[in-house]
Nanobody, 115 residues
């Protein structure tokens, strides 16, 4: 059973930055892809960013140019660098790891953008 754990959320002012981390309990060399999603009350879950085992990345339209997804294979960790944050980015951010054994979700980390 693979576990993924998010960290790095918190409160930040508009225009500020945060970096989220998602650490897997197994080598991410085995992953097909890892992704960040977010959810706010009353809205559907939204894909934020995704990175494949080959390093290909895709981003949601609302975060393009502001967020960057990356990974550190040695640390079994995926990152989400979030810049120019706005109140509309306030959400719970979830990590998903896709492996041959299935998809695994973390518990989420809260990001709040407010002055």
């Amino acid at each position: 059973q693979v576990q993924v754990v998010e960290s790095g959320g918190g409160l930040v002012q508009p225009g500020g930055s945060l970096r989220l981390s998602c650490t897997a309990s197994t080598s991410i060399f085995r992953m097909y892809a890892m992704a960040w999603y977010r959810r706010t009350p009353g809205k559907q879950r939204e894909l934020v960013a995704r990175i494949t085992s080959g390093g290909r990345t895709i981003y949601g339209d609302s975060v393009k140019g502001r967020f960057t997804v990356s990974r550190d294979n040695a640390a079994n960790t995926m990152y989400l660098q979030m810049n120019s944050l706005s109140p509309e980015d306030t959400a719970i951010y979830y990590c998903k790891g896709s492996f041959s054994s299935g998809d695994y979700w973390g518990q989420g980390t809260q990001v709040t953008v407010s002055s």
